[in-house]
């Protein structure tokens, strides 16, 4: 009795380590949404773009894009042979496995239409 008490004991403390495929996958999943979600303060929303006032995209929506088209820009921004204002930084600061990651997340992301952004005016009591 007493071993099987000991036994259950050791499981009981260890257990927390045993560490699965699933528990693995999840993290990886967690940490490639995160990443996504910094490219959505230019990219939108799960990789939707919005456009501005004057319908113009200058960012283009990365949502459905081809897992190779993806990797091979993002590749091209982190050698610095694609010029850029800030995607060279941004894919220098990234691995092979999260550039392969993010583009399979983007390329499974529904497109949608880019949603019109319009100019609003401030009133004139407005706090600063």
Same mark, same amino acid.
């Given at each position: 009795?007493?071993?099987?008490?000991?036994?259950?004991?050791?499981?009981?403390?260890?257990?927390?380590?045993?560490?699965?495929?699933?528990?693995?996958?999840?993290?990886?999943?967690?940490?490639?949404?995160?990443?996504?979600?910094?490219?959505?303060?230019?990219?939108?929303?799960?990789?939707?773009?919005?456009?501005?006032?004057?319908?113009?995209?200058?960012?283009?929506?990365?949502?459905?894009?081809?897992?190779?088209?993806?990797? $091979?820009?993002?590749?091209?921004?982190?050698?610095?042979?694609?010029?850029?204002?800030?995607?060279?930084?941004?894919?220098?600061?990234?691995?092979?496995?999260?550039?392969?990651?993010? $583009?399979?997340?983007?390329?499974?992301?529904?497109?949608?239409?880019?949603?019109?952004?319009?100019?609003?005016?401030?009133?004139?009591?407005?706090?600063?």
């Amino acid at each position: 009795m007493k071993k099987m008490i000991a036994s259950a004991a050791i499981i009981g403390l260890f257990s927390p380590m045993i560490v699965t495929a699933a528990d693995i996958a999840t993290v990886n999943d967690v940490h490639i949404r995160s990443l996504a979600a910094s490219c959505a303060a230019c990219h939108g929303t799960q990789g939707n773009t919005v456009s501005g006032s004057n319908g113009a995209d200058s960012i283009p929506a990365l949502a459905g894009v081809q897992k190779s088209e993806i990797i $091979a820009k993002l590749a091209a921004f982190k050698s610095g042979e694609r010029p850029a204002t800030v995607m060279h930084r941004h894919a220098k600061g990234l691995t092979a496995d999260e550039i392969t990651a993010l $583009a399979q997340y983007f390329s499974e992301q529904v497109p949608k239409a880019p949603v019109t952004l319009k100019s609003q005016k401030l009133q004139a009591g407005h706090a600063n």
